[in-house]
T-cell receptor, first 114, second 113 residues
Framework: NAGVTQTPKFQVLKTGQSMTLQCAQD?????MYWYRQDPGMGLRLIYY???????DKGEVPNGYNVSRLNKREFSLRLESAAPSQTSVYFC?????????????FGQGTRLTVV | AQSVAQPEDQVNVAEGNPLTVKCTYS??????LFWYVQYPNRGLQFLLK??????LVKGSYGFEAEFNKSQTSFHLKKPSALVSDSALYFC???????????FGKGTTLSVSS
């Protein structure tokens, strides 16, 4: 049982390049999330998806797009990377409508934009 | 809006001593509170949660947390710290829609031998 799997684990981009971060979960969860982690800022929500076919903006969505490909997969795309997007990105999943359940996190993608 | 605050950036304790990592919250309605731990270069691991009921919640690795409604706090505790407890700890609360988790900025726990 892999839980939440993110690829790649590390990536270096040049300013203006694009890339897609991949996330898949095998727990049959309805909800999936993308967070970014920056020193002293904690984790901030970028986008989330409460069910297949729906996505919503979080606290810091600018510069990102997402796709909920199916129930298992939720990708995050940077169309034109900027140095301010240097961060560690975490994907997570949980049950929709179950406020008493925790979210499960992937191992993270460390992205550097130069 | 829902929010959590972790007032200490870093907590230092000696091995064998009790530890406390503080968290206060602000919510509309019932609070659903969580603690996570992050070891270096790893993802977040769930430790424990408060949903309802007993104010003292027990979790993984010997950790527990005390919910205090009047002080709007949810402090993480452990009676005897281990060097291996050294990590980054996050408090979180469910947002008002019950969808995402809102995280505090994190507290680095350093346990010295």
């Amino acid at each position: 049982n892999a839980g939440v799997t993110q690829t790649p684990k590390f990536q270096v981009l040049k300013t203006g390049q694009s890339m897609t971060l991949q996330c898949a979960q095998d727990m049959n969860h309805n909800s999936m999330y993308w967070y970014r982690q920056d020193p002293g800022m904690g984790l901030r929500l970028i986008y989330y998806s409460a069910s297949e076919g729906t996505t919503d903006k979080g606290e810091v969505p600018n510069g990102y797009n997402v796709s909920r490909l199916n129930k298992r997969e939720f990708s995050l795309r940077l169309e034109s990377a900027a140095p301010s997007q240097t961060s560690v990105y975490f994907c997570a999943s949980s049950w929709t409508g179950r406020v008493d359940t925790e979210a499960f996190f992937g191992q993270g993608t460390r992205l550097t934009v130069v | 809006a829902q929010s959590v605050a972790q007032p200490e950036d870093q907590v230092n304790v000696a091995e064998g001593n009790p530890l406390t990592v503080k968290c206060t919250y602000s919510v509309s309605g019932n609070p659903y509170l969580f603690w996570y731990v992050q070891y270096p270069n790893r993802g977040l691991q769930f430790l424990l949660k408060y949903i309802t009921g007993d104010n003292l919640v027990k979790g993984s690795y010997g950790f527990e947390a005390e919910f205090n409604k009047s002080q709007t706090s949810f402090h993480l505790k452990k009676p005897s710290a281990l060097v291996s407890d050294s990590a980054l700890y996050f408090c979180a609360v469910r947002d008002i829609t019950g969808t995402a988790l809102i995280f505090g900025k994190g507290t680095t726990l350093s346990v010295s031998s």
